[in-house]
């Protein structure tokens, strides 16, 4: 564990062993419970020491397209997955699912009675309409 900006941070690695199988909770951002976009936020705060802006129509329970579309304008699309980057999930025309590249693997947190997991990224654009990959803007 490192320290940066006078807090303590964790490495990619010790983030997700720390992470996985933690449950899936509607709107949840702790380490012992967490949604997609918790999971998100908490790897940015933990691991690259970078508070991302979230609105907060996301906590009072607005519907992920919702928050997508306020959230979405501070990353930038890549044509490629990149390390510490964001994978965007679309079915059909609508944004279902996002999660992190960590290791070059998917780190997300999926639905209902889900928990966090590491999945390869081809099983990931398999289960999706089309997959997005975006990094933050200020990166």
Known sequence: MTRLNG????????FAS???????VNRACTFKACDCW?????YYRHVLGKELHTLPGYESGSDFFT????EVVFWKRSEMPEENGIFIGYTGNSPAHIGLI?????????G????????????????FTRVEYMTYASN
């Open 7 to 14: 807090q303590a941070s964790l490495t990619a690695e010790d």
């Open 18 to 24: 720390l992470m996985i199988d933690v449950p899936w």
């Open 38 to 42: 918790g999971l998100v936020v908490l």
């Open 67 to 70: 928050c997508h579309s306020d």
């Open 102 to 110: 960590v290791n070059g693997r998917a780190l997300h947190s999926r």
């Open 112 to 127: 209902e009675n889900g928990a966090v997991r590491s999945d390869r990224l081809q099983a990931i654009e398999k289960v």
